[in-house]
Nanobody, 126 residues
Framework: VQLQASGGGLVQAGGSLRVSCVAS????????MGWFRQAPGKEREFVAV?????????YYADSVKGRFTGSRDNAKNTLYLQMNSLRPEDTAIYYC???????????????????WGPGTLVTVSS
């Protein structure tokens, strides 16, 4: 499975950005998909998880809840993260990942994801 994220860039605080992730070379629709991020000098952290059991369901880190929206288009093998009300502390490389699991559970640890894309950089200026 190959994952390729895109859509990162430079945005002012309070602005919006949507990052996308296209999956290829494997099964996408049944698996739990996640977004993680890593800021300079910090560990990778969970951002959002999007499950699929006939319909998508999402769960977010407290730091982004109410501002970020994750979604997926299984017909296009694509994962999205809409980011609104961006803050300088949201600056990071954003990674999409495919879990080793299927089903409705919200997996939030990086170890529960087997496939990772190279990430896309989001920079929020103050």
């Amino acid at each position: 499975v190959q994952l390729q994220a895109s859509g990162g860039g430079l945005v002012q605080a309070g602005g919006s950005l949507r990052v996308s992730c296209v999956a290829s070379g494997g099964t996408f629709s049944d698996y739990v998909m996640g977004w993680f991020r890593q800021a300079p000098g910090k560990e990778r952290e969970f951002v959002a998880v999007i499950t699929w059991t006939g319909a998508s369901s999402t769960y977010y880190a407290d730091s982004v809840k109410g501002r970020f929206t994750g979604s997926r288009d299984n017909a296009k093998n694509t994962l999205y993260l809409q980011m609104n009300s961006l803050r300088p502390e949201d600056t990071a490389i954003y990674y999409c990942a495919r879990s080793i699991y299927r089903g409705p559970h919200y997996w939030t640890r990086a170890a529960e994801y087997a496939y990772w894309g190279p990430g896309t950089l989001v920079t929020v200026s103050s």
